[in-house]
T-cell receptor, first 109, second 115 residues
Framework: KNEVEQSPQNLTAQEGEFITINCSYSVGISALHWLQQHPGGGIVSLFM???GKKKHGRLIATINIQEKHSSLHITASHPRDSAVYICAVSGGSNYKLTFGKGTLLTVNP | KAGVTQTPRYLIKTRGQQVTLSCSPI?????VSWYQQTPGQGLQFLFEYFSETQRNKGNFPGRFSGRQFSNSRSEMNVSTLELGDSALYLC??????????????FGPGTRLTVL
């Protein structure tokens, strides 16, 4: 069974700050997903990656397969980035996701 | 293209009752996964369907079941409801066109409250 650990659990930042959320997993995977969930809202998939680095706007996701570690970076953070960020991993030939506990990000103006 | 839809959005039931939740995937998507989200346990995988077949199941009791229809719409059923079944139930659809690594698109969820 894959264990997915996220850190930190809670993060408070000032608008404009650079933010990093980390995710570690215990067993080899086929892909790692970063998800965003706003309070009371649904889940949006931000990134799915199996190697290297991806960038979308102010968000950057990296993964190190050898170290079983991924990071999600937010540059020039904004209050609208306030949400729970969830790391999830999938393995094998199915679509079963195993989730981390999430990181609650609050960006103050 | 319409997103993933789930019905109903909110549901209140009493212990012992059963409930059926519905998920309509994005048109063309053939895989539907179901997840349970609670404050204590976070997000947990329930099961995944592809072409009307259950491909994988999470660690939930047999009271939790599901099915998928030929048009890829999926339902999940919970029988003999318990208080601990109160949760947000999410489904996600995936376009299965090649590698495993397809993005999952989540629906808004069904908030189930068991009294």
């Amino acid at each position: 069974k894959n264990e997915v650990e996220q850190s930190p659990q809670n993060l408070t930042a000032q608008e404009g700050e650079f933010i990093t959320i980390n995710c570690s997993y215990s067993v080899g995977i086929s892909a790692l997903h970063w998800l965003q969930q706003h309070p009371g809202g649904g889940i949006v998939s931000l990134f799915m990656l199996s190697s290297g680095k991806k960038k979308h706007g102010r968000l950057i996701a990296t993964i190190n397969i050898q170290e079983k570690h991924s990071s999600l970076h937010i540059t020039a953070s904004h209050p609208r980035d306030s949400a729970v960020y969830i790391c999830a991993v999938s393995g094998g030939s199915n679509y079963k996701l195993t989730f981390g506990k999430g990181t609650l990000l609050t960006v103050n103006p | 293209k319409a997103g993933v839809t789930q019905t109903p959005r909110y549901l209140i039931k009493t212990r012992g009752q059963q409930v059926t939740l519905s998920c309509s995937p994005i048109s063309g998507h053939r895989s539907v996964s179901w997840y349970q989200q609670t404050p204590g346990q976070g997000l947990q995988f329930l099961f995944e369907y592809f072409s009307e077949t259950q491909r994988n199941k999470g660690n939930f009791p047999g009271r939790f079941s599901g099915r998928q229809f030929s048009n890829s719409r999926s339902e999940m059923n919970v029988s003999t409801l318990e208080l601990g079944d109160s949760a947000l139930y999410l489904c996600a659809s995936t376009l299965v066109g090649g590698p495993v690594t397809d993005t999952q698109y989540f629906g808004p969820g069904t908030r189930l409250t068991v009294l």
